[in-house]
């Protein structure tokens, strides 16, 4: 008797395997599950890239296959906002930069919507960005997050912000205090809002959106910047259509496909003063942008509807109370309008001309690589010779080392941080010598890795490089 129960119990426990098997093969009569039928059902459905981006923003496409971005958004543990950005576009190579892995395509099958048109070329998962990652975690040993002092660095320095621009609006405002106020707006945009929104401080999605939150204490747009860094510039880095950061003109000539216009031969002449007006970008561009709902006010960079709500509104709550504190109250307060206007645009041009002049060191050097073949649709088609590691690597340079790494939050590690963007920035100095190794045995002819010794070398270079850009191009 006991025989035949064992023997009952381990037939009942293989036609439960069985079944399981049978179920997940979605063949037919032998689908037991109403979600199995939905799966294979979603497998057999095509998309064509701009059915997706027209008429179905609540999805995104991953390699091949297409996933309900509206329905997972919720559930994914980085946060729902990164996915809503990309609602409607292809988020494979996002995917991979982020997470530093293959999609885990198995384990989303309750997603799945389908997959894209044979007529389609599905943008594919980098094999030595996939190669360069295994070595980078396993030298953090998965810590890529970031450490206690990165997170007591950012409370001091919010801390001393709000101190400082408390004391100038209620007791007394100086240029002085005012000119260090704006670097301070500038330290907590590189040190906290930055990887934050990249998803890099902590690894809960929440406290990096709360985090985040201080790219509006400063007087952008949380939406705005993540739809510029995240969804566009990163990914898109060094295109000459798609990368927002390469479109310079009519202001400046940045890529020899620009257009010229006569002033450009003056560019590396008005550069810096130019950049100290950057801030009027994020304090009212930005706004305009968030309430109008279109990103630099072109097609192209269309922001994706599954993100309006609810981030649309709380970014623009966020934007008027940032304009009650740095506009309204400060001239409540002041005895002399214009004199207060002016330390108040101190404060502006000392935070947006910091932040404006160490990105654009970045991405304008002698020797920085453009291309075309990324698309608004989210697709990227890269030349034979080239790849997303080789592509952001020529498109990027690094200055300096450790002390300039502390105060600008890794900035001055771009190469670094654009391949690995969710790598917290106090680990950029420990990876960029393997990163720096594998760039080179790949050879020079493939890849560059620029990195100058100091900020006079990097600025030499950019100059060196406007003036080339300046000279007006021969007609054919």
Partial sequence: LNF????????K????????????????????????????DAAERE????????????FLIVENKIYNADKFRWEHPGGA????????????????????????????????????????????????????????????????????????????????AVTVEAYALFYQRTFINSAFLGLLFAWIGLNIQHDANHGAMFKNGKLNALCGLAQAWIGGSQLMWLQEHVVLHHLHTGDENMDPDAQLAPA???????????WMILQKFYLLPMELA??????????????????????????SPLAKYPWRLASLSAHLFFYLRFFILPFVFAENILYEAAKVATTAAVGGGYLAFFFFLSHNFDGVHFLQGSYPNGSVSYPENSSFLIQQINSSSNVGGKILCFFNGGLNYQIEHHLFPRIAHSHYPTIAPIVRDFALNKGPELIRYTHFPTILDNLSSVFSYLDKMSVKPHSD
């Fill in 252 to 262: 400046m000539r940045g890529h020899k496909n620009s257009p010229w216009y006569p």
């Fill in 278 to 303: 950057y801030a009027l970008v994020p304090f009212f561009v930005a706004f305009a942008e968030t309430l109008t709902w279109s990103h630099k006010f072109e097609q192209k960079y269309q922001i």
């Fill in 81 to 160: 906002v990164f996915v809503s950005m990309f609602g409607g576009r292809d988020a494979t190579l996002a995917f991979q930069s982020y997470h530093m892995r293959e999609f885990p395509h198995s384990e989303m099958e309750k997603y799945l919507e389908g997959s894209l048109a044979a007529s389609e070329q599905p943008v594919k998962m980098d094999k030595e960005h996939l190669e360069l990652s295994k070595k980078v975690k396993s030298v953090l040993k998965q810590k890529t997050f970031a450490p206690f002092s990165q997170l007591l660095k950012a409370f001091i320095l919010f801390t001393v």
């Fill in 4 to 11: 035949c129960r064992q023997s009952f119990l381990w037939c």
């Fill in 47 to 58: 998309y064509t890239r701009e059915e997706i981006r027209s008429k179905h923003p609540e």
């Fill in 13 to 40: 426990i293989a036609l439960i395997v069985a079944k399981e098997k049978i179920t997940r093969m979605c063949k037919g009569p032998q689908i037991t599950k109403a979600f199995s039928k939905a799966v294979c």
